[in-house]
């Protein structure tokens, strides 16, 4: 069973940056050199929404509320997702998930393996 743990949350105010890390274990290195990964986001009564993804072949895709801001990355030497967030604002805050699929699934919320989140307060 692939685990997914998230990091690298926290309170920050407006305009700051934060870096969130998800660390997969249980997979090869040729088999996470493929898979898809994204980060979603779920505020207080609202839905999950995806934030960022990344296909096998390293093409990106983001939400309009976060493009030039937020970036992801992955690092297939150390099965490490991440998600660099910058000029943070306080509709960001919400419990951020790292998500993972050997399907191409974009910010769809059909992934197979979720971590348990990671905290994100934004502050005015």
């Known amino acids: 069973q692939v685990q997914l743990v998230e990091s690298g949350g926290g309170s920050v105010q407006a305009g700051g940056s934060l870096r969130l890390s998800c660390a997969a274990s249980r997979y090869s290195y040729w088999r996470y050199i493929h898979i898809s990964m994204a980060w979603f986001r779920q505020a207080p009564g609202k839905e999950r929404e995806g934030v960022a993804a990344?296909?096998?072949?390293?093409?990106?895709t983001y939400a309009d509320s976060v493009k030039g801001r937020f970036t992801i990355s992955k690092d297939n030497s150390q099965n490490t997702l991440y998600l660099q967030m910058n000029s943070l604002k306080p509709e960001d805050t919400a419990m951020y998930y790292c998500?993972?699929?050997?399907?191409?699934?974009?910010?769809?919320?059909?992934?197979?393996?979720w971590g348990q989140g990671t905290q994100v307060t934004v502050s005015s």
């Open positions: 990344i296909d096998g072949d390293g093409t990106t």
């Open positions: 998500a993972a699929d050997e399907a191409k699934l974009l910010l769809h919320r059909e992934y197979k393996f």
